[in-house]
């Protein structure tokens, strides 16, 4: 049994998700980022955080790959070939969709507001955008990223482009926004949208 340690608003989905497309059972703590208790186990104050008996795992991308890795799905091998374009598309999906998106992020409502810099949002749109069409040629006609296997990087990719719509930025019809319905059509995704409306 796992502990999934923050609330559902956050990156802390990710790791719900993952469980839930795993099967695996775990419990909710719903706690906010900076939250005495997740400072207690992660410096930084962010969640989330997964509790694998005593031990605590940071960072939602590490926890989902370990998580993969353990239960030997949604996931290449490693050391293999298709592992290593694996985590190229999770790395790309980190690098160009997350980036402009958290920054963008920290600029409207994270950081202090003396140091917000509002311009800075049109030039994360403008990484976002060119990010998305950059998936669109590296996704061609796959159903995901790796080709007929759904793995983490679509999953870390299918919550990046649901935090741009939340963020108002539009996505475009075509095959990314084709993926995207594809991955949200997923149950385990459903049960964890399920988990995030009950908070
Ligand atoms: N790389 C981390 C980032 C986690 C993160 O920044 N979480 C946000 C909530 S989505 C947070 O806790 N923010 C609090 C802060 O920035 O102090 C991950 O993917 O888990």
């Known amino acids: ?16 998700w993952m469980l839930e497309e795993l099967g695996e059972a775990y419990t909710l703590d719903k706690r906010p980022p900076r939250d005495p208790a997740v400072r207690a186990l992660n410096p930084s104050g962010k969640v989330p955080v997964l509790l694998d008996g005593d031990a605590a795992i940071f960072d939602s991308v590490a926890i989902c790959q370990y998580l993969a890795d353990k239960h030997g799905q949604l996931t290449f ?20 969709f997350e980036g402009p998106l958290w920054v963008a992020a920290k600029h409207t409502f994270v950081l202090p507001e003396e140091y917000r810099v509002a311009d800075v949002k049109r030039a994360c749109r403008y990484d976002f955008d060119r990010a998305v069409a950059v998936l669109s040629e590296r996704l061609g ?59």
Not at 164 to 173: F, G, H, N, Q, T
């Open 141 to 199: 006609h796959n159903d995901y990223v790796m080709g007929a296997t759904f793995t983490v990087p679509d999953l870390i990719l299918g919550h990046c482009l649901g935090w741009a719509l939340v963020s108002k930025w539009s996505i475009p019809d075509g095959n990314v926004r084709d993926y995207l319905e594809r991955i949200r059509s997923r149950p385990a995704y459903q049960r964890a949208m399920a988990v995030r409306a009950q908070s």
């Open 1 to 16: 049994m796992y502990t999934v340690i923050g609330t559902p608003q956050t990156r802390t989905l990710r790791v719900i």
């Open 77 to 96: 091998k490693a050391p293999s070939i298709e592992r290593a374009h694996q985590d190229s598309f999770t790395q790309f999906a980190v690098d160009e």
